[in-house]
């Protein structure tokens, strides 16, 4: 009895078994007809259309002779806001970075094919061996294996491509000289010269983004847990992303997982408030986080040596952003770039003599080059090749007036005046000096006009005898106002007295000297 009372609850739990079974399968039936809103809205769009990313115009200098700085960069401390009572110290570095169409390169760890050789190496190593003015970490990689993660675009070559069902915020330049930030379509990578995917669109036209992008974004890349928890902890961070110029603005954190940095929602808040950052991407973190100038490290690791536990190493990362001097001319292309005869040399203007500047634009009159007193420039302007100009006559010193000269040393002499001294002066050469830039003349004192050439009349003198005579028969000297006189002078007696008893009201003590006075004609 027992038995079959015990096989009769097996089969009814068998059956339930089996119901549940089919009502699973009907579940995931109709999911798989009738996705739920979390995926469905991001994925079509993801795959459907180019909303899911920003392109906007990079920044571009238009320089009429010399290009202006690569980028400017700061050390910093920013206090973040914990809570109402709490303030954290954050230290860092944030690059702003010029033409980051022409400036920015994406490198494979090492070498090229780095990716598939699964190389590391650390910033100052790539910064140093590329000659990058600045070097941070970039892409995300698997710290076992490693494995570059994600999809690579480097000098207008797709390395490698990730499979289509991963979805992360990427950070690319195209073909065309956009800038682009957010979920980019695998087929629209032909269309890049530089591209690497990150984690977490964190800054979206101007506002945080992150939970938007939890909802969307493939956590299988970065190593920290789930992907709510990596957002969350508090770590080294690198950032990319652009502002309102389109500049590309480029932070990275110093921090270590758990214990010191910023979360993700920190870093948006401090790329939105202190750098006017529009949209940005988070790169990898914790201990890749790295920046490196001219092939000095700048950041503070958070890794331990392998060889020595009491102190820090810098961590080998795979890809690399390299910010570098751009190329001002192509090779190979009739040496387009350089003007006024200039060659081009691994992508810089060796210019010819005479001629100057990143482009060979700019006149170079010799060793003094014109000194203070000239401009060195060039005439007969023609325009050739590619509308870059071309001067059929090399530049030399047009002279400031006054000056004269092959290096405008030689100051006009008395009686010239003018651009070389070209133009004779109308003064009378015995009474004046004449200007050497504008001819004006300078007369002597006790003579007047124009040209130097009439002396004061009765009664004036001095300078263009503009002073009055006092004498009592109105005859003064014309140059010293001295009056004339026909008789002789004779002198009166002189009275001496005491200095202590005129000035009795300011000698402390009883003067020596006597003083002469009340003397007449």
Not at 205 to 217: D, M
Not at 388 to 400: A, E, G, I, L, Q
Not at 439 to 451: A, E, L, S, T
Request: hydrophobic share 30%; proline share 4%; glycine share 8%.
């Amino acid at each position: 009895m027992n038995n079959q009372k015990n096989l009769n609850i097996y089969l009814k739990l068998n059956d339930l078994s089996l119901n549940l079974k089919l009502i699973l399968k009907l579940i995931l039936l109709s999911n798989l007809l009738h996705p739920t809103t979390c995926n469905l809205e991001n994925s079509q769009n993801f795959k459907a259309n180019s909303t899911t990313f920003t392109l906007i115009p990079g920044h571009k200098s238009k320089p009429e002779l010399n290009l202006p700085p690569v980028h400017t960069s700061k050390a910093f401390i920013a206090d973040v806001q914990q809570d109402y009572f709490y303030v954290k110290h954050v230290y860092g570095h944030v690059v702003t970075v010029n033409d980051p169409v022409a400036t920015i390169n994406l490198l494979e760890p090492w070498e090229k094919d780095g990716c598939k050789k699964r190389f590391r190496a650390p910033t100052p190593v790539m910064s140093e061996r590329f000659d990058c003015h600045v070097a941070t970490n970039a892409g995300y990689f698997d710290v076992e294996t490693n494995e570059c993660i994600g999809n690579i675009v480097s000098n207008n070559e797709i390395i490698q491509q990730a499979d289509s069902s991963r979805i992360n915020a990427g950070f690319g330049i195209t073909k065309d000289g956009k800038l682009a930030f957010g979920y980019v379509p695998h087929e629209n990578l032909e269309n890049f010269s530089q591209f690497v995917n990150g984690v977490i669109w964190i800054v979206k036209n101007g506002t945080s983004n992150i939970e938007n992008a939890l909802k969307v974004e493939t956590g299988s890349s970065q190593a920290t847990g789930s992907l709510r928890g990596f957002a969350d902890v508090i770590s080294a961070r690198t950032a990319i992303g652009h502002n309102s110029k389109g500049q590309v603005v480029i932070v990275q954190i110093d921090g270590q997982t758990y214990k010191r940095g910023v979360s993700l929602k920190e870093l948006a808040s401090l790329m939105i408030n202190e750098f006017d950052v529009v949209n940005a991407i988070n790169l990898d973190g914790g201990g890749s986080s790295q920046i490196s100038f001219h092939g000095a490290l700048a950041d503070y690791p958070s890794d331990t040596c392998p060889n020595d536990p009491d102190y820090n190493c810098v961590r080998p990362i795979s890809t690399v952003l390299c910010v570098r001097e751009q190329k001002t001319c192509f090779d190979g292309q009739k040496n387009f770039g350089c003007k006024n005869a200039g060659r081009c040399e691994n992508g810089k203007c060796v210019c010819g003599k005479n001629w100057s500047g990143d482009f060979c634009g700019v006149p170079d009159c010799g060793i003094f080059n014109c000194t203070m007193n000239g401009v060195c420039g060039v005439e007969n302007k023609i325009e050739t090749y590619h509308g870059h100009s071309h001067h059929d006559f090399p530049p030399v010193c047009k002279c400031n007036p006054g000056w004269h000269g092959i290096e405008c040393i030689k100051p006009c002499s008395n009686g010239t005046f003018g651009a070389d001294c070209l133009n004779k002066c109308e003064c009378d050469a015995t009474n004046s000096i004449c200007n050497p830039e504008n001819g004006k003349c300078f007369c002597r004192i006790g003579v007047y006009g124009d040209r130097c050439d009439k002396k004061c009349e009765e009664g004036s003198f001095g300078v263009d005898c503009r002073m009055r005579c006092s004498c009592k028969n109105g005859k003064c000297d014309a140059e010293t106002g001295f009056c004339e006189v026909d008789e002789i002078f004779e002198f009166q007696p002189v009275e001496v007295i005491p200095v202590f008893s005129l000035f009795s009201r300011f000698c402390l003590v009883s003067c020596s000297v006597s003083i002469l006075i009340n003397f007449s004609f």
